[in-house]
């Protein structure tokens, strides 16, 4: 069953045509409990202004703040739940944002229920290249903690590699890998990574 949040921003998105992937903590909910209450949607480059336009003008949301790259609605019906629209740009690296977004949708998220979720993968490499992106390691943190395996982050630096912010985001990584360490969540029995 969809969580009533996601049901919601899909309908939302379907009535206005807007094409779609779930990104967040909502994607990474497919594979590992998560507390998120937010939905996080990315829509192509070439979309989002439109798009942003098309749910300032919807009465079942209301629009709490509008950036570059990423604008907040609220949804009403859902106690005012963050519905975040996100362009695909953003992530992009060396290549246009529709190839990241061609790429989410074809090779990194799976349908579930006719609506489609960013892997844990692609959730972690677009945490990982914001400007808040030690908050989003943290929560990368959890998530391994609630269940996903640290090997994953493998996936994460081929994705880097292929949109050429491979030296940004590897730094990023390590700094996830040493705070596993440190922890002791990256190892195995004994306590190290061997």
């Known amino acids: 069953m969809k969580d009533p949040a996601v049901n919601a921003a899909d309908a939302i998105l379907r009535r206005h045509g807007i094409g779609y992937v779930i990104v967040g903590g909502k994607a990474v909910a ?44 609220g949804i009403l ?12 740009g953003a992530f992009s690296g060396k290549r246009s944002g529709q190839e990241f977004f061609d790429f989410l949708v ?6 579930v229920e006719g609506v489609r979720y960013a892997t844990p993968e692609a959730v972690w490499y677009t945490r990982l290249l914001t ?9 990368i943190l959890t998530n391994v903690i609630d269940g996903l ?38 190892a195995g029995p004994g306590g190290s990574d061997g």
Do not use: C, N
């Open 106 to 111: 074809r090779d990194a998220s799976s349908e």
């Open 30 to 73: 497919q594979e590992a409990a998560t507390a998120t209450r937010d939905v996080d949607v990315m829509v192509t480059t070439t979309d989002y202004r439109e798009a942003v336009r098309r749910l300032s003008g919807d009465p079942a949301l209301t629009l709490a703040w509008e950036a570059d790259q990423v604008t907040r609605f």
């Open 77 to 88: 019906d859902h106690a005012g739940i963050p519905l975040d629209i996100v362009d695909s």
């Open 131 to 139: 400007k808040r992106w030690r908050a989003y390691a943290e929560k």
């Open 149 to 186: 395996s640290a090997e994953r982050l493998q996936g994460v630096e081929v994705i880097a590699r292929r949109f050429g912010t491979e030296a940004t985001v590897r730094a990023r990584i390590e700094y996830v890998r040493d705070e596993l360490r440190r922890s002791a969540l990256g």
